[in-house]
């Protein structure tokens, strides 16, 4: 059983930034971010490999966002910039998932451990 515990999340305005984290009890094949906005299905932002290779994004945050791993401690990162309120959502640390090298994506399995998620709200 993998426990994710995030951090990071909190109220900004547009074109501010923010750093998500997200420690896993161990270690992980893949780990990256998803987001739910209210009223909306939860979405795919990024993820990479333990390696950091095939490290992928959703194009709305192309050019914005980075993810980043530090492996001795088991975390990832989401470094968000230029924040904008279609931003807004609570945002989900998630490890063991799909990776499709052809979509360039990732996605959950029955497998997939999720964290308890973070809000993160950009006012305009």
């Known amino acids: 059983q993998v426990q994710l515990v995030e951090s990071g999340g909190g109220l900004v305005q547009a074109g501010d930034s923010l750093r998500l984290s997200c420690a896993a009890s161990?270690?992980?094949?893949?780990m990256g971010w998803f987001r739910q906005a209210p009223g909306k299905e939860r979405e795919f932002v990024a993820a990479?490999?333990?390696?950091?290779?095939?490290?992928f994004y959703t194009d709305s945050v192309k050019g914005r966002f980075t993810i980043s791993r530090d492996n001795a401690k088991n975390t990832v990162y989401l470094q968000m910039n230029s924040l904008k309120p279609e931003d807004t959502a609570v945002y989900f640390c998630?490890?063991?998932?799909?990776?499709?090298?052809?979509?360039?994506?990732?996605?959950?399995?029955?497998?997939?451990?999720w964290g308890q998620g973070t809000q993160v709200t950009v006012s305009s």
């Open positions: 998630a490890a063991k998932l799909n990776v499709d090298y052809y979509r360039r994506t990732y996605s959950p399995n029955q497998n997939t451990y």
């Open positions: 161990e270690r992980t094949d893949n």
């Open positions: 990479s490999l333990w390696s950091g290779v095939n490290t």
